[in-house]
């Protein structure tokens, strides 16, 4: 997944900060039933959140931006997880804004 980010970075963005590795959570998507995106635990009293989700973690001293997917390696979580990344594209590129600047609003 590091060297897909490389794609956006060559499309002109900025480069993803490292901490977004070392502090991202990616979990095997499937559970001892065999059904992918189930929920796999971090123990076994942990219920684990597997919906993929990119997060901005408002850093003070630094940039502090998170991935949390739980995936096996296929088409469809590639097409997730360039989904999360645009996201934390999206953070880093308005992180200079103030906060209440940086939320995206939908209007339909």
Sequence with gaps: MRKH?????????PPM???VWEKSTFLDGV???GEANVGPRLDSNANQ??????ANMYGVEEQD???MMCA???????????HE????MYFMAYRDLPTILQVRIVIT
């Design 17 to 19: 900060p490292p901490s």
């Design 31 to 33: 559970e001892k039933t």
């Design 72 to 82: 096996q390696v296929n088409d469809a979580n590639l097409i997730t997880v360039s």
């Design 85 to 88: 990344i645009g996201h934390i």
């Design 49 to 54: 959140n597997c919906h993929a989700s990119a």
């Design 5 to 13: 980010s490389v794609l956006f970075h060559f499309s002109g963005l």
């Design 65 to 67: 931006f998170r991935l």
